[in-house]
């Protein structure tokens, strides 16, 4: 025998499904993001772990930023002979430029791109799959080309799609990358060792070591990445590998990652990304859940004869609860699992708001966890935001049975002031046990909830924290100016009165209608303001004085070639060309530093990071230091400087964030690894950087003389004019095609790109939250149909005609707009400074025309939400509706 | 018993003292407002007296809190109501089996099978409140009265929104159940002709007893 809570909940359900089509709207939404999200973290997660080997491209990768020395090669070597597997890559980025005649649209097209190469061996991949259009072995696609192009040698290359728009190239197509000649002979379709395509200096480029070494762009002091890939034999013990490849290797440099730590950054970012949406979704079912409890209140109220029937025969509050609280719950659940549909949905359109951002190939395959998931959370807050108003059913005497019309809680309450009807619920919920447990028990669910989705106990506390504060404030907002309202002296119009007196009315849902919008308008508020600061800040901040190019990889040969070279192509264009050396950071204070230590912790960058170095004779512009003293060796003062530095360590100012977190003070020394070979250095001096300067700057500076001997290269920047970029790049490339070109604008606007793409996936969600307010509204306005239905009826037949009706409710409405617009809006101000003060730290800008147009659109909104939810009732006849009595 | 409206008191009942022997039929009757529903909605304990107090079976239901009012309600009385209050998303098989469901007892649709061919409704098992009769409903309501064999068994005005030919069937089997079950019958009534078929008359105004009656000795 079927239950007869579960019986009565179906029956009611099935009979007045339409009753409940905003209980599951509010539901559905808020599942439906949080399914959604969650699908997509399943699928990032199945990315990244179900392929870990593939993504590192082996069990174990081996990494320098230089070339191996000889010490490293003979430990690969010893490697090879116990059964381990070794494939080698090499990374780095570089000039590709076409023949003039070749790239058909000379006007538009640029005939040069800055690539990223990727050096492949006949090993590669190890693990996963690489796809190339046509599907031919890499070996055949990368193979030397016997024919030869015009020049030779000729090799075959792979290309990334967006290389081959940009140059007007197609299959066939010759492309000079150093002192080599490609043919294009596939293009790449899916990387198995890079998940994402988004962050990177432009489009891939495939070919293979021997083509490598003709194109001789690997020099010394180049900036490669050396991947050497390691497959284990099976049944071997990782750690042990680990372990001892640290041990050997440990003072060569090199970086040594497993595929259980693969692609920690982006893991982090996306990580971070579904996090953050993950509780906007959450944001938007407990908007969701403010419907669910007014409906569960209204329908409650519809529901007393039954409830005082029920309790004639026998039932006593607890059963009521129970019968209710099943129907509720089932209400929810199937509202959630409308929500797990729409999740679905939603999360096969994510590729499109993220485009850009994920690779095209990503999977979007829906799985069955997160949608039980979904259904699991929509339960739990169905049953938070349905418990509190079924507690009104403990007030439902059974003699209404026989006095339906006297409300005698009504009847026996004296007027009472707010404050003294504010202490009195107090008073009362302090003396109701009942009370105390459901309280108790709703706020575990919320913070519960809030806990799973954010995976953390302290992110959930602090999110349920902030989601209540936000709440006290907007409330404490309308409280205000409904204070306002009802102080103002309105002219004798009967209608404006009635609208604004509507809206204090008990029973009317003003307060939870203005919390579901001013929730969605706050939290669009602050996401367009913080996007608003942070693209200004990539696309107009940038400095006009600022170089538009840096120049990397210039060998010491070719320092006076390229300095010709700019004097003749942009003369009077002041330029700054230094040399540098890479380096990684290996001791301080004489003791070792385990990068191992650092990985994954905050600001562990800074001890597991390259370090490019340079020197300077003077401070250069947007520095100053902050501690210590700049050598000056045009005045030797000092008996330090009196010494040759032969004789002492060399000094370096370092920049005064990195020693803080590196835990520098002036006299500390630092252990660098400059190609295998320690440079040990003194602190001298600590400095500010300017780095929204765009000039040329660096974490740590030498002395000058500190870097004789050593492998350095030069890097330049300069302030293009815009006319002048294209035949400077090209000459560049053809007279010294090892020297990389990297365009300042390019690379703010693919940053800035991926900012928007990223900002609009946020707020698509967030409008989602806007939606669910405004669902929660008509939900509101549909609870008290009736009673509306009967009033604008009683007008009617009074002479109202059909335009004051309007103006009446455009007025109640515009009034519920503009409130949860002013709070909201008020709110998001506030929640962006605070993000862009503290955690940006950026400064908070009001921007007065987005804000207005904010409210007018909450406004708009509002009133539009209203007239969806009353226009039918204006149609009725009065007559029909009085005699219905 | 005192309702009090502001800071005003209104007496609905005052100075009502009667006893009611097991197995007796009982009429309430008065005018229109005199007191006569809410007389049998404090014997109901659907409301308290503000002064009084009310034995029911050798228990004070006046005491009672809510829980145990309504564990006794379920053991002890059965109500029938003028509006009927049948609910409308279960059957009437499902409404008369309700009072047991309500108890926990798992066979009360075998009971109900009982009592719905007992009011002649046999044919109307699985219909809707709404799908059936003025009549119809209050016989149903009538089953589901006597589905936990009540020791007392109250009426509002049972026959009020029935026509008289109705009125008169759902009465002659409202008599029926009672002798079947042996059970104490107070009813409030209108109907002059339906009180005369009771045992004793209570005549109430303004809230007061202003004559009892008994009819057969």
Redesign the interface.
Known sequence: ?IP?PL??AW??TV?SWSRFVFLFLCIALGVGAIVAVDLFATNVEQAILGDARGLLGGDIELSWRRTISPKGQAVLDSLSDRNITISHVTELAAMAAVESNQSADQETKASSQLVELKALDSLYPLYGALKVDPAQPIKQLLKPIAAGCQHTPCFGAIAQKSLLIRLNLNLGSELRIGQAQFIITGILLKEPDKIATAFSLGPRVMISREALDTTELVKTGSRINERYRLQLPPSTKLEQWLGELRGRLSPEGVQITSYRDAQPRLRRFLDQLTLYLGLIGLTILWVGGIGVACTIQGFITQKT??IA???????????VIHIYLTQSLLLGSIGSLAGGLLGTGLHQGLPLLLQGIIPETFPIDPTLTPILRGVAVGTLATLAFSLWPLLAI?SV???L???QDVD?AA??R?PRSWTKEKMSLVKEWWHDRTQRVTSLLITGCLLGLACWQAHSLSLGLFFAGAFLLAILALLAGTTVLFWILSHIHFPQRFLLRHATSNLQRPGNFTKPMTLAIGIGVMLMTTLITVQHTLLDLIEDQIPANAPSFFFIDIQPDQYDAFKEMLEIHIPDVPYDLVPVVRTRLTGIDGQPINPEDHKGKRNGWYFTREYVVTTFPSLPKDNIVTQGQWWDHSQLSTSLENHPIQDRLPRVSVEDEAAKNLGLSIGSTLTLNIQGVPFVVKVSSLRRVDWGSFSMNFFMIVEPGSLDGAPITYIATARVPKTLEIPLQQAMVSAMPNVTAIHVGDVLDNIAKIFRQLAMGIQALALLCLITGAVVMIAAISINRFRRLHELAILKALGGSRRLLLFSLGTEFGLIGGFSGLVGIGLGCMLSWSLLHFFFDLTWNINIPVLLTGLLMTVLLTLLTGFLGTFRLLSFPPLSVLRQE | MH?????QDVHILHDISFEVPAKQVLAIVGASGSGK?TL??LM????RPTHGSIHIHGTNITTLA??P???F???Y?G?V???F??????TAL?NVA??L???GV?TG?DRARTLLQAVELEHRFHHYPIQLSGGEQQRVALA?AFI?HPPLLLA?EPTGNLDSATGNLVIDLLWQLHEQHDSTLVLVTHDTNLAARAQRILTLQDGAIVNDTSLIA
């Open positions: 025998m007869l019986k009565l029956r009611e009979n004869p039954i029937t029920l309790k004639t025969l026998g039932a006593d509050s607890s059963q403990r005497s059974p003699s049975v026989f006095r005698r009847f026996q004296e | 309702l009090s409206a502001g800071n529903s049998l909605g109901a304990g659907l409301d809510e829980s009012m309504a564990h309600r379920r053991q009385i109500y109501f003028q509006a209050h049948l609910i409308p998303t279960l499902e309700l009072p469901e309500l108890q798992s649709e589901r936990s509002d």
